[in-house]
């Protein structure tokens, strides 16, 4: 498939809350920054939804210094994303046929919003079952725990899958505060989870399932499914 046709819906969230903590979460931004400049570099098409549409929330914790990257330092400085962004087509207007892949980046709000939302279940099931290569960074593959095979199986049962580790989640001390934790969830639905060192990149492909474990591993997990979208 030649690049410059090729088209990815990017799906961020709209939730913005911490659970009760008064605190502000969103995506996180390196997990979109990095994802979206490898594949718009390459000549991808790339259009963004999310449940509410317009501007979604980006963690703020994900802006403070210690997390800056190249992508997110090209992302401070590019206006015309920044205006894509804050634009983002509602999700109900999304139609899979449109788009050769879905991509779903995470900081800590798929958790509450997209992990529920009918609308993104519904989607990602319409990719899967059209053979479309479907990838989630960090914590955004929680957004497959209600998302179902053709037969009715959990999508990631028996699948080699990654995400956001027990000890990443203890160690930005938020166990207690999100509704669920991405490595239990994924081993509950049967998949067969891994994950490499803390913060460290780790990647898994099974078919056209991509998963990525943390902030670190979302270039990879881009360049995966740009390798994939070129065979």
Known sequence: MKKENLKVLVV???HDQLGDTGAKTGFWVEEFAAPYYVMADAGVDITIASPKGGQPPIDPKSALPDFQTAATKRFDADLELQNKLANSIVLTEVNEQDYDAIFYPGGHGPLWDLANDKTSIALIESFWKHNKPVAAVCHAPGVFRFVKNIDGS???????VTGFSNSEEEAVQLTDVVPFLVED????????YSKGQDWSSHV????????GQNPGSSEETAKELLALLEQ
């Open 204 to 211: 898994v492909k099974d078919g056209k399932l991509i998963t």
């Open 12 to 14: 961020l969230t709209s």
């Open 154 to 160: 959990p999508l990631v049962q028996g699948k080699k």
């Open 185 to 192: 969830e994924l081993v509950k639905l049967g998949g067969h």
